[in-house]
Structures are given as structure tokens and as C-alpha cells.
């Protein structure tokens, strides 16, 4: 199976340690991960694991998008905490209408969270994932466990 | 060898990327780390390394101050981004007056960098190594390889 994690600016501060618990996660459900990013957050990646343990592709945001078909992938993971990355997220689902998608969407500002959870909803069928969480990666953690948890069961089913 | 690496508040999105990086090259170094930190660095730099493969001991930086001796490391490297960052940098280097110190400052506004570092320097005889950067951790990755180098160097010798 093939995930597509996607990566929004990298100014949050628990979106790269975010990142490499996602594609940790992914991997031990048998997903090869491909990591969508601007440069700057692909950097920030690069520097989190200098050994290479948690093992990923890595590919531009914007490149990826002229290539990108809709059976390459299986899931679809966005890290939603902006504007850009709620359209960049609708922008990939709607290239690949048939690909289970969740959106994970974070911001210390509640409204901000309503605000990109809605986006997300009139325009894609993402399960959407919602946290108010900036520094502490917990809350963002817990609820991705979850909704991991049960993509695990519909894999099994 | 002992190193102790000191966080500061977890606001930069490059510090947590930068922490598990100097773990890496201080472990290759042949140095056991400890990192001292508030708990909020120190839930990222956990959700960063899911699996554990970049050792190193967790302190709280409150309570270690009170425990600390000279002679516990033979290396302290502090993260300087703010002024409480610089303000425990001192403190600690005040308590450990004979360990050689490294202190990596770094922020977007190079006015704020200067201000971190004549703090620094005013307070302590640390090897101060300066970088203006935020989102990209690549000029304080390089900035970082080069003062670890030397002090390769001047432990061979």
C-alpha cells in the first residue's frame, strides 16, 4: 500500500516531529510513504532524522502535482494548519477522487480549526481530524492515533 | 564524555529538527547526552524519534539546576533563540564554570542574534556560533558541523 503524507509551511513547530511519527506510524501498517512538501519543511524532515531510520520518499508540493494520478496512492494524509495546506489538501483529493483521505487539522486558534475543517468538508469527502494544538504535539498525536486505528480496522475488513 | 544539550521554548520550528541533529553528531562523538528542557520541547523532541533510535536522557531544565555539578559534563551546547534561552544558558555555564560551553544562537532578526550573543558573551567565556535563520535549519546545521569539527579537533588533541 502507498500513503501520501502532505506537508503544509513549515512555521508550526509540531509539524516535523508530526511528520516523522505519521510516516512511523504508516510504515508499521505496511504503507511506503511519500512525502508532498515545499522545500523548506522537506529541510526541516531531512535535519529531524540524520540517519535515515524513518524511511520515506520525498517529493515538491507543486512538481508532484502535475504528476500525481489517482491510483499511485491508497491514503492520503494532509497536515492541515493554514490556508494553503487546506487547498493544497483539496487540490490532491480532487486528482484522486477515489483515494481515502483524512485531513488532519491543527491551530492554537480554535476558529482557525472550525474555519479549515470546513473548507476541507464542502470540497472533499476527507474524514477530517480536528485539534486545538500548536506547541504540544499530544492532542494532534492522540487524534491521528485514532483515526489510524480505524483505518487499521477497515484495512482488515 | 558527558554533553549536556540545552532546549529552549518551542516556539522555532527548526528547533526540535536541530535537537535530534546535535544528539546524533555529539552520540557519534562518542558523547552520552542528556537534554535539558521545559516539557513542551521535550514532548517534541519525543514525538520526533517514535522508535527511540537517537539515545540521549530527558532532565527538566527547572529542576536540573538545582542538581547539577561542574563536573557532571564535559560539554554543555545550548539552543539560544529567546532571552530565557540565553538567561538558562548563563545559568547553567554560571554553575558549571570549568566545562567548555557552546552556545548556537540563532533567530530570523540578525539584531536579535547580536543581542542574544553579547548576552552570552558578557556572562560566560562560551564559543558562541551565530545564524540567522528560523524555518530553514540549514545555515545553523552548517554553523553547528563547523564549531563541533573543531572541538574534534581539540579533543584528539
Redesign the interface.
Known amino acids: 500500500m502507498k500513503a501520501l503524507l502532505l506537508l503544509g509551511c513549515?512555521?508550526?513547530?509540531?509539524?516535523?516531529?508530526?511528520a516523522?511519527?505519521a510516516i512511523?506510524?504508516l510504515t508499521d501498517m505496511g504503507y511506503d510513504v511519500t512525502v508532498s512538501s515545499n522545500p523548506?519543511a522537506a529541510?526541516?524532515?531531512k535535519?529531524?532524522?540524520?540517519?535515515k531510520?524513518?524511511k520515506h520518499e520525498n517529493v515538491n508540493i507543486d512538481n508532484f502535482l502535475d504528476q500525481v494520478e489517482g491510483s499511485d496512492f491508497d491514503l492520503i494524509l494532509g497536515f492541515v494548519h493554514k490556508d494553503s495546506a487546506a487547498t493544497y489538501f483539496i487540490t490532491y483529493c480532487t486528482l484522486m477522487t477515489d483515494v481515502k483521505a483524512i485531513a488532519l487539522v491543527f491551530q492554537r486558534d480554535s476558529s482557525l480549526v472550525e474555519e479549515y475543517a470546513q473548507m476541507v468538508a464542502q470540497s472533499t469527502d476527507a474524514e477530517i481530524i480536528k485539534s486545538k494544538a500548536y506547541?504540544?504535539?499530544?492532542p494532534i498525536?492522540v487524534s491521528l492515533d485514532k483515526a489510524l486505528n480505524k483505518l487499521k480496522e477497515e484495512n482488515n475488513n
Open positions: 513549515p512555521e508550526v513547530p509540531s509539524q516535523t516531529p508530526m516523522i511519527y512511523d506510524k523548506a529541510k526541516l524532515v535535519v529531524s532524522d540524520p540517519k531510520y524513518y506547541h504540544n504535539p499530544n498525536r
